[in-house]
Structure formats: structure tokens, C-alpha cells
């Protein structure tokens, strides 16, 4: 059997995504796998994106803020995660890239070895940020893919050091770097002032907490009159990321005794685009913050509601980066430690050029098998039966991965159901949407009465 690179057909990849985020990871990740450089992709790799379904699916305007990545927008689809198993049955692809969370790529791992495919396609996930909360349950849940990416040399120890601990295979684990690192250097300009808070959809998770930042960054802005200070949100009222907002600051904000400041403003749009006029970034853990440290911009990682791992904050001790707004409105400026730095992936000395060529090598070496061996995640009905079921039943599979009875299958009868199902989505979303961000509240408020 000829191995997959000597195909005169195109490598065919896929992306399979459940979050605006979480898109622009993979699709960038399956750009940088199959380029040397992070461009478009070859000229004979055919990329295409599809989204999971579900109560994070990007809106089309959160798919155009992501930036370019090497995909058209209008040609991503949505799919169940039985119909994603049905299109790579029948299309062939070479590679699959899972931009997933952890149970949706147990899920996934399960579905395709339950293909039984004579040729199977290399599967690569990872995750899309700063991994510091239920760092071996989301770990397991992704064992069993072909590589898994790490985004620092830090994040890889941790990982093979979870599967290593609990007698799983470790040699996934690739050591690569966020693929959406990038941007020009920073360099200040002549009256250019501008400070960028990275709001996060749940960090912080309470009201008071939420409103304490927005708080302080209002007196921020008035205590420096003359300085752009700029509330960056992820997204709109009503739209998903990949964690639930149910306090935006947008509603915070219209709470805000004389209305905000005239040089504060709330801004969308691609985080890069924002970057590139920022001379300081506050947040509380953002992977912004990675961003902007990649650039050389400054950075500020807030203490003010302490260092816990609740907040993710604790991922920067070490970094140099820790202040509070107290010191900020003073005028610090955090350095960041040096050998920190080089453990976290960022990749501000200039090697992020060849951040992705072990794991570029590694898919390649993969793709050059005749046969792949068999999927085997850590979990499986022996080793967890009171847990991987209910994972698998969440994306209407069995417990040997098949679809379970009445799972939407494609074919005419699978079209129709697509068409009702597209033609509702919205209002379900939107109601969905309300009961999570108005009800939901409502009802906890309630119960602590």
C-alpha cells in the first residue's frame, strides 16, 4: 500500500472546533503542521473547518474576529459529533485536528476507533491557552490521540509527568507553542499612551469581583486623563466563548455612576489588531498576556483579588509580572523574569520560527505510515465505567463508541433533520443564551436567600 505522501491527491486535514478560540487555535495549529513558515497551507493541502455544535458554536461575527486563518468563514459547517464521524468516513481525510474540550475529544477518540478505518487519519489535539484548572482530568480525557500538543516546555513536563503517573503512554505529548503568537515588536510612539484591560468570560466568576475590576479600571482612566485606556471583550451579549459569560462587563458598565470616562472605551475585534497600539496589558490571567509578552509589550497580571488557582493567576508566579492596580495607577511597569519566560512558551527570543518543527516532524513521520495502529485512550469501559459512558452518551454514543439508536446519521432522512434542526438553532440558542445568563443568576440569587 502506498503511504500517504505519495498519494498524488492532497493532504486532506480537518478541524473540528467547539469555540471561537478554540477555532482559531486549531485551525492555526493545522496551518503550522502542514507549512514551514505559518502561511497558507501547500498547495496541495486542503484544509477544512467544521464546528461542533453546541452552546459555545461561534457566531458568524465571532468567526470574522478571529482574524485570518486560513479558512473561509462561509465554507465552515456545523456538525453533531456522530455526523463529524460520518463525514471523515467518507472523506478520507489525512489529518484531523480536535480543537475540542477534553469529553468531546474522548467522545471523538472513541467514534473513530469504533470506524475500524482501514486508514485511519493522524489526530492531533492540545489545548488552546494557559492550562491551570483539572490539568489531568482534561490530560486523560485527551490520551489516546495520536499528539498531543503542549504549549511550553513546562506544560509538556506536566503532561508527560500526569500520564507517566498513572502507567499511560506519554509519547504524544510534542512540545510546540501557541500558534497564534505573532505581531510586530512593540514600540512605543510619541504620544501614544494606551493601556488594554483582557476581560475573560469567567474569570472572575462573582459580580462583586467583576465589579470591583471594572472599578478600578474607571479610576484608572480618570487618574490618567490623558491616557487610551481600552476594556477589551471577548464578546457581545448573548454570544458564547469558550467559557460562559454570564456577567458581561458591557451590563456592568451601564451601572457605572456618571457613565465611563471619555478616554475609556469598550472594544471587540481581534486581539492581535488590539495588541499592535498597546504599550501596557492588564489582565487577570488571559492567554492575551502571552500574547503580548511574545511582542515584548508590557505586562500586568493582577493580585488585587489574590494569587489562587481559581483565577489562573497562580500559572505566573516566578514571572515578574504580578502587580495590583495599586501599583499600576502608581506607574509600575512589571519586567518579566527571563528564565520564566523561556519555560512558558513565548518565545520572545526569537525562536518561535521553530517552535512547531518537532511536531511538524512528527505528523509528517506519522502521515508516512502505511497503517496507523489503533486508537487506545486511557479511558476505556474497563478502566473507567462509572465515568467514559455518560462522557460518550453527552455525544449520543455507546459505550463502544457507535452511535447510539436514533443518533442523527446522514442520508436524505439525516438532510431533513439538518434543515429543521438549521432553521431552529437560533431560537434555541437564544433561549438557551437567556436561561443562562438572565434565569440561571436569578435562580442561585435566590437560593442563597
Known amino acids: 500500500m502506498p503511504s500517504r505522501t505519495e498519494k498524488t491527491t492532497a493532504l486532506r486535514v480537518a478541524v473540528l472546533a467547539d469555540s471561537d478560540t478554540r477555532w482559531k487555535w486549531g485551525a492555526l495549529t493545522a496551518r503550522r503542521l502542514t507549512t514551514g513558515d505559518g502561511g497558507a497551507p501547500a498547495p496541495r493541502t486542503e484544509i477544512s ?22 479558512i473561509d468563514a462561509g465554507r465552515v459547517r456545523e456538525v453533531t459529533a456522530v455526523e463529524f464521524l460520518h463525514t471523515v468516513r467518507d472523506e478520507g481525510y489525512d ?64 503532561f508527560r509527568a500526569v500520564y507517566e503517573g498513572v502507567g499511560a503512554d506519554a509519547s504524544a505529548v510534542t512540545e510546540a507553542a501557541l500558534p497564534f503568537l505573532g505581531g510586530a515588536p512593540h514600540r512605543p510612539e510619541p504620544g501614544r499612551d494606551t493601556v488594554v484591560f483582557a476581560a475573560q468570560p469567567s474569570v472572575p466568576a462573582t459580580r462583586e469581583d467583576r465589579a470591583y475590576l471594572l472599578r478600578r479600571l474607571v479610576e484608572h482612566a480618570r487618574l490618567h486623563p490623558g491616557r487610551e485606556v481600552l476594556l477589551k471583550l471577548r464578546s457581545k451579549p448573548g454570544e458564547h466563548t469558550t467559557h460562559i459569560e454570564e456577567l458581561p462587563y458591557q451590563k456592568l458598565a451601564e451601572r457605572i455612576p456618571g457613565g465611563l470616562p471619555p478616554n475609556l472605551r469598550l472594544v471587540y475585534g481581534h486581539m492581535g489588531e488590539v495588541l499592535d497600539r498597546t504599550d501596557l496589558l492588564v489582565t487577570v490571567s488571559s492567554t492575551a498576556a502571552l500574547e503580548a509578552l511574545h511582542r515584548g509589550i508590557p505586562t500586568a497580571v493582577l493580585t488585587d483579588l489574590g494569587v489562587r488557582e481559581v483565577l489562573g493567576n497562580h500559572h505566573f508566579t516566578g514571572s515578574g509580572l504580578l502587580a495590583s492596580w495599586d501599583q499600576l495607577d502608581g506607574g509600575a511597569h512589571p519586567e518579566p523574569d527571563a528564565e520564566w519566560l523561556a519555560g512558558q512558551g513565548v518565545a520572545a527570543d ?62 436524505d432522512t439525516g438532510r431533513v433533520r439538518g434543515a429543521v434542526r438549521d432553521a431552529v438553532r437560533e431560537a434555541a440558542r437564544g433561549a438557551y443564551r437567556h436561561g443562562v445568563q438572565r434565569v440561571a443568576p436569578v435562580i442561585r440569587r435566590m437560593g442563597e436567600l
Open 350 to 411: 526569537g525562536s518561535y520560527a521553530t517552535a512547531y518543527d518537532t511536531a511538524r516532524a512528527r505528523v509528517t513521520a506519522l502521515l508516512e505510515r502505511d497503517r496507523l495502529p489503533a486508537l487506545a485512550p486511557y479511558y476505556t469501559p474497563a478502566t473507567a465505567p462509572g465515568y467514559l459512558p455518560g462522557i460518550l452518551a453527552r455525544h449520543h454514543l455507546g459505550p463502544d463508541g457507535r452511535p447510539l439508536p436514533g443518533a442523527a446519521a446522514r442520508g
Open 49 to 70: 473547518g467544521l464546528l461542533l455544535r453546541g452552546r459555545a458554536t461561534p457566531t458568524p461575527r465571532q468567526l470574522a474576529e478571529v482574524g485570518d486563518v486560513g
Open 95 to 158: 489529518l484531523v485536528v480536535l480543537a475540542l474540550v477534553g469529553g468531546a475529544v474522548q467522545a471523538v477518540l472513541h467514534g473513530l476507533a469504533a470506524l475500524d478505518l482501514p486508514a485511519r487519519p493522524v489526530v492531533v489535539t492540545g489545548y488552546v491557552g494557559v492550562v491551570y484548572e483539572k490539568l489531568a482530568d482534561g490530560l486523560l480525557l485527551r490520551h489516546g490521540a495520536d499528539v498531543v500538543l503542549a504549549n511550553s516546555r513546562h506544560d509538556a513536563d506536566r
